[in-house]
């Protein structure tokens, strides 16, 4: 057993143990390197071909997989944050691990890094808001994307040779970001579908509810108020409609600790809400208060 084996296996092993925090900017950041040296060492000497460039892209995936399990974030916005940090952990390790390769070729080794680490980030995301076979369906393609689009990549560039190698790197890019379309579109669904008997019980509004379906409607909503008050409104309502979609797909004690989800969610929105409406009440009292009658002499 070699020095090299010895230290990937280590850092094999404080990948998964980092994982379940990898809420966290810094460990997030650990974590992506981590599990880049597990999967392609301190140096490589050749370009990986089809097959182990999906070995390489789905070990990344599984480490992730395995140790964040459902302590990855399910809200899009927060599981990208934390895919983009991971993933230039990740970056970094693989430049330094290709330094010694001709041409462009550290960059290809960051981009199927980069392509691995959001490809598995997007499908733990959909996971965890997920229930029974659907989140173990998910958590399977977060192993198998990754591997198909490493390979996917790796043949790109040997069909295309160096001429267009710049091509099929944008390419890699591109496919990293639309990886997170199902989970964009599944938390739209979810939270359509979810919040709209929030919506019936008279305990969110309508314009609320419509604006919180997809990220970019939700950054921008002024209604929301302040950026920590933004923040758990929008945190609380996702993790709302989660809790319904899985406590529907759920049986036993499962569904009970989804029913005491609930609970604590709609508590939480409506502190906001509230909090929220305090902040205009005063102002508006003030403005048609009668004014107070001068001191006697």
């Not at 952990?89 to 960051?110: K, N, S």
């Not at 790796?154 to 160096?162: C, D, I, K, Q, T």
């Not at 209604?223 to 309502?237: K, L, N, Q």
């Amino acid at each position: 057993m070699t020095v090299e084996i010895v230290l990937r296996a280590a850092a094999a092993a404080l990948a998964l143990l980092l994982a379940g925090r990898a809420d966290r900017r810094v460990e997030a950041v650990v974590l992506g390197a981590l599990a880049a040296f597990a999967t392609l060492g301190p140096t490589r000497t050749a370009l990986p071909d089809p097959v182990e460039a999906a070995a390489i892209a789905g070990g990344i995936a599984l480490l992730l997989a395995l140790g964040t399990q459902r302590a990855f974030p399910s809200v899009t916005e927060e599981a990208a944050r934390t895919a983009a940090l991971a993933a230039g952990g990740a970056a970094a390790v693989a430049l330094f691990a290709g330094r010694r390769l001709p041409g462009a070729g550290a960059i290809v080794l960051a981009v199927l890094a980069i392509l691995a680490v959001s490809a598995a980030a997007a499908e733990c995301c959909r996971a965890g808001g997920e229930a029974g076979w659907r989140e173990g369906l998910a958590r399977a393609l977060g192993v198998a994307m990754p591997a198909v689009l490493g390979a996917g990549l790796a043949s790109a560039l040997e069909a295309g040779g160096r001429g267009r190698a710049g091509l099929a790197l944008v390419g890699g890019l591109a496919a990293a970001v639309l990886a997170w379309a199902p989970a964009i579109l599944a938390e739209s669904a979810r939270v359509k579908a979810e919040l709209a008997e929030e919506v019936r019980l008279g305990l969110l509004p309508p314009e609320d509810a419509e604006a919180l379906r997809f990220p970019w409607t939700r950054r921008f909503e002024k209604r929301f108020g302040r950026t920590d008050e933004r923040r758990e409104y929008v945190r609380s309502a996702l993790l709302l409609a989660a809790a319904r979609h899985q406590q529907r797909h759920r049986t036993g004690e499962a569904v009970r600790l989804r029913q005491l989800e609930v609970l604590t969610f709609r508590t939480r929105l409506r502190r906001t809400q509230d909090a929220r409406a305090a902040r205009f009440e005063p102002g508006d009292a003030a403005e048609f208060a009668p004014e107070a009658a001068p001191p006697e002499a």
